[in-house]
């Protein structure tokens, strides 16, 4: 039994300034520990499972004299009962940081599940706009509630306002609320079944997104206007033009010619490699350039401390609303991606190429599964047959031109 220690007065306990641990006597082991900073707590000196501790009581004066005999003799008390009040006071403040931690917010799970992923995505501008829906849509009415009490009511709260006014937007938000929701199951921070669910779930509440959209598509230019179109594009002067012109003549998206690089290029043997973080599937594209599409980039300058092939004024890649203020000045109401409806329709409808080398130019996935798991290679010399027959098709001056079949014998 440990010896007691003259009982102080809470005036003489008052008194105590000297750096070390004192003995305040009323319980034994309880001391009055002065830091050399002057600080003052209490700490209660203690023998647990043979084991000499120091177990803390709070500072001094906030947890007054009296107090603090208490809290000794209550803990003296659990340890003659065999307990460890030291392990017991850790174990509750363990399972007070792990309820703390398991109680997160929606936003702050969407916030977890970007950043986990984003790195896997394809551009920073798809993270930004998931971060944009979830942040206009989500978060003034989820963000702040707890993950695991997110339920059915509160995602119809979220969704029915837009499902019909915006009813591309609100698709896209419920996939992400959806893949936030799964993320946080896994994670262990909600449980039970997701409540953004679409197939025997939602759909049974909204309707689906075909009932209340019409599917609009991109405005394309008809083939048979091609050419007076592309001879008053080429006498437009500047950068955009050009990107235009480009794109057009190898039938690719807008971000893969806007994005495009010197180093992609090899114009000697007329091929352009576009790598596949820049590709929509995600998958490298051989473009078979004709002389005409090698002709543009020849003519274009090069810039200092840039490899962008197609820079604004910055050395920068060009908006992505460039080409589309081109159209608006040339005062045609078509967009730059309607150009590959124009190359698809009159690949499909005046030459005889086959159905796979027209979707591999479009660098398109097939659909059919089996035929594509057979279809291996990218039919490379095909295509620049085909792209060298389209350039010739671009050149056409007039559109009151006949519109002649081109290349009938090859498909093969």
């Known amino acids: ?219 394309a230019l008809p083939y048979a206007e091609l050419g007076d179109f592309m001879a ?20 690719a998206r807008s971000g893969e010619v806007r994005g495009a690089q010197w180093s992609e290029f090899d114009l000697k043997a007329g091929v352009w490699t576009i790598p596949a973080d820049r590709m929509k599937a995600g998958k490298e594209h051989r473009v078979p350039l004709s002389s005409a599409a090698v002709a543009i980039l020849d003519s274009l300058p090069r810039f200092a401390g840039s490899l962008v092939v197609f820079p604004n004024t910055k050395g920068e890649v060009l908006s992505d609303m460039t080409l589309t203020a081109v159209l608006r000045r040339m005062g045609r109401p078509v967009t730059a991606h309607g150009f590959r409806s124009t190359f698809r329709d009159w690949a499909g409808e005046t030459t005889a190429y086959a159905r796979e080398v027209i979707e591999h130019a479009l660098a398109h996935q097939l659909k059919d599964k089996a035929e594509a798991a057979y279809q291996r290679g990218d039919l490379f010399e095909k295509r620049r047959r085909l792209m060298d027959d389209w350039a010739r098709f671009c050149a056409t001056a007039s559109a009151s031109s006949e519109v002649i079949a081109i290349r009938s014998n090859a498909a093969a």
């Open 232 to 251: 008053a594009l080429r006498a437009q002067q500047g950068i955009g033009p050009r990107a235009l012109e480009f794109a057009i003549m190898t039938a």
């Open 1 to 219: 039994m440990p010896k007691k220690a003259k009982e102080l007065s809470a005036l003489e306990v008052q008194r105590i300034k000297a750096p070390g641990l004192n003995a305040v006597g009323g319980v034994a082991g309880l001391h009055l520990q002065v830091l050399p900073s002057g600080a003052r707590s209490w700490v209660l000196r203690v023998v647990v499972g043979g084991k000499r501790r120091d177990m803390g009581l709070g500072g001094f004066p906030d947890v007054p004299l009296a107090a603090a005999r208490e809290k000794a003799r209550a803990a003296r008390e659990s340890i003659a009962n065999g307990i460890d009040p030291i392990a017991e006071r850790q174990a509750k403040q363990s399972a007070l940081m792990a309820q703390r931690a398991s109680v997160l917010t929606f936003s702050e799970c969407a916030a977890q599940y970007i950043a986990a992923h984003e790195s896997g995505w394809k551009n920073a501008k798809h993270a930004g706009q998931w971060r944009t829906t979830l942040d206009t849509y989500a978060a003034p009415i989820i963000g702040s509630l707890g993950v695991r009490d997110v339920a059915l009511p509160h995602v119809l709260q979220v969704l029915e306002p837009i499902w019909k006014a915006k009813p591309e937007t609100a698709t896209r938000l419920r996939g992400r609320i959806e893949s936030v929701l799964d993320w946080a199951t896994v994670r262990g921070y909600r449980e039970g079944q997701n409540p953004a669910r679409w197939k025997g779930h939602l759909d049974k509440l909204l309707p689906a997104r075909s009932k209340v959209a019409t599917v609009k598509h991109h405005e």
